[in-house]
């Protein structure tokens, strides 16, 4: 079992990091109407877009349950070795987060940071002698273990 205490400066970087990918899955996701809905009567493309922000809210609350864990469980290395998740396209340079949209940003932005925050628990159980699927499992909602399969 890995333990790590961390220094003042390491848990202020991760704070930082953790408030900004907080302020960053906050900022609305700006779907544009026209992408999904031709006409006014388009009874598909508003079902289309319904669903889109049913979806993006799910990944809005899957990473707001993530990130306490992460802030009580995760140490600052293996945050930072998180961004590879989702292609590496949620990044921190050392003073922001910077994310480069592969299709939609829109439908990806909170994605994005689940992906992230579940790397970073999905490593921290395993070096702590978990196994994480079993450990999501059975600590998390449903809708979150589904970040672990």
Not at 9 to 25: D, V, Y
Request: a positive charge; charged letters at 20%; proline letters at 5%.
């Amino acid at each position: 079992m890995t333990t790590t205490t961390e220094t003042a400066s390491e848990k202020t970087e991760k704070s930082m990091i953790l408030g900004s990918i907080a302020h960053f899955i906050s900022q609305p996701p700006r779907l544009e109407v026209r992408n999904y809905v031709s006409s006014g009567n388009d009874w598909q493309g508003w079902r289309a877009i319904r669903q889109e922000r049913q979806s993006i809210t799910k990944d809005l609350k899957t990473a707001k349950f993530m990130l306490p864990m992460v802030q009580a469980q995760v140490p600052l290395g293996i945050l930072l070795e998180s961004f590879r998740a989702y292609s590496g396209r949620l990044e921190w340079n050392g003073d922001k987060l910077e994310y480069t949209a592969g299709q939609y940003f829109p439908t990806e932005y909170r994605k994005a940071a689940c992906a992230v925050l579940s790397q970073a628990l999905w490593t921290t159980w395993r070096e702590n002698g978990s196994n994480p699927r079993e450990t999501a499992q059975r600590t998390l909602p449903k809708a979150v273990a589904s970040w672990f399969n």
